[in-house]
């Protein structure tokens, strides 16, 4: 699904508000049938969040970056498995730099590899286009069709035009 | 793809932030120069008479102790704020109350344990006994945890607010008086031929209460303040 709305509509706010981290005013929001309140940490282990902000450390690595984000969402990479990711995003040879030396638009990569990695059924993504070049937008249409054809879901914000092929895609409107 | 235990969880926050401590070395060297200052402008400041700078060397140390927890507390979590990592953290499967217990552990290591190992050699400045440094260095160990324990609370608290560092000092300072009295007791006590182990084990009593207690309060704190 994807979300769109001018500036200041409220995007985020809704995204944040499906991640639990601020309580609706009115209505609840439900996974599988339950709402996520009463849910335990089971619902943050089946989905993927991707803000504004990349929390990805400008001192480690991007090797290192996503075997800490991984932890921190509780389970172990091995190298293989966060360099085959990378290199699907177009960093190879890049896993060892600092992020810190790396430009805008590969930090996002960085931080977009972490959906390959996840296996969670849920992917939530603030604006996820954002410093992306033309080829890393084709790329992230390619890996969103690829998650829906496998029964997951994606919900974003973007102000771009996103085709994802052979599948059909929601668009909700903010105003 | 492994899942992490709890504790494995716990030891790779810890490896994290050390890891991360590394690779910026300055914060950690700052707040251990402030301590090594601030202890050593005293005996300056109020000449070398040996029977007053002994009375006076665990206050001082412990105030000095004190303060330099104090520099390090607003960046116990505002990294981790400010590139989204903490929404990260939150949104982890796992318990928030052990992510911040992993993240109190490695503080206390880069502020807490660095005092104390090198609170000795500045001990031997006031003349301080050798039973007495023991003491000083035993209850640094045992009531530096304690201040990086309420600090989270007041760094999680202060998260985002504007001048928040001045803030958490205001909050945290007052908790930590009992730590301050016991700790300073505790080489008091030897100096006056008694022993330190009631101080001592006052002070193991409070750090076992805040270790049951803070991890959970400060991730309850965090909530509040990244709504």
Redesign the interface.
């Known amino acids: 699904m994807q979300v769109q709305g001018a500036n200041g509509s409220g995007k985020t706010t809704l995204l944040r508000t499906l991640?639990?981290?601020?309580?609706p005013v009115q209505g609840s929001v439900h996974w599988c049938g339950q709402d996520i309140g009463e849910w335990d940490?089971?619902f943050?282990?089946g989905?993927c969040?991707l803000?504004?902000?990349?929390?990805?450390?400008?001192?480690?690595s991007a090797l290192?970056n996503l075997q800490?984000?991984a932890?921190?969402?509780?389970?172990?990479?091995s190298e293989r498995?966060v360099v085959a990711a990378l290199r699907r995003m177009g960093l190879q040879r890049r896993e060892h730099l600092?992020v810190r030396v790396l430009s805008q638009g590969q930090r996002r990569r960085v931080a977009l590899a972490r959906l390959l990695?996840g296996?969670a059924p849920l992917w939530i993504l603030d604006e996820p286009l954002t410093a992306l070049d033309v080829g890393a937008v084709g790329l992230m249409q390619e890996l969103i069709g690829e998650h829906l054809s496998k029964g997951g879901m994606a919900i974003f914000t973007t102000h771009q035009p996103l085709q994802v092929a052979g599948v059909e895609t929601r668009q909700l409107t903010l105003s | 793809?492994?899942?992490?235990s709890l504790l494995?969880?716990l030891g790779?926050?810890i490896r994290?932030d050390l890891?991360?401590a590394m690779?910026?070395r300055a914060d950690v060297l700052t707040t251990l120069i402030f301590f090594v200052m601030v202890v050593s402008l005293f005996p300056l400041g109020v000449g070398p008479e040996m029977d007053m700078l002994r009375k006076m060397a665990s206050g001082v140390v412990w105030v000095a102790a004190l303060l330099a927890s104090m520099l390090s507390l607003p960046r116990m979590f505002s990294a981790d704020y400010?590139?989204?990592?903490l929404?990260?953290?939150?949104?982890?499967?796992?318990?928030l109350s052990v992510?911040v217990l992993g993240k109190i552990v490695a503080h206390w290591m880069l502020s807490g344990l660095p005092l104390a190992l090198i609170a000795p050699v500045l001990g031997l400045q006031f003349d301080m006994s050798v039973p007495a440094l023991w003491a000083l260095v035993l209850a640094l160990l045992l009531g530096t945890p304690v201040l990086s324990m309420i600090g989270a609370i007041g760094a999680a608290l202060t998260l985002g607010l504007r001048g928040g560092g001045v803030l958490v000092s205001l909050l945290v300072l007052p908790l930590c008086i009992p730590v301050l009295i016991f700790g300073a007791g505790a080489v008091e006590a030897v100096n006056s031929g008694m022993s330190a182990v009631s101080n001592l084990s006052l002070l193991g009593a409070f750090m076992l209460f805040a270790l049951v207690f803070t991890p959970f309060v400060a991730a309850q704190a965090l909530r509040i303040s990244?709504?």
Request: net charge negative.
């Open positions: 991640c639990g981290f601020v309580r940490d089971d943050h282990a989905m969040y803000g504004h902000l990349n929390a990805i450390k400008d001192e480690l290192e800490m984000s932890g921190l969402a509780g389970y172990t990479l498995q600092p990695v296996d | 793809m492994r899942k992490l494995g969880l790779l926050v994290r890891l991360l690779r910026r400010a590139d989204g990592t929404e990260q953290m939150m949104l982890a499967p796992q318990s992510l990244m709504e």
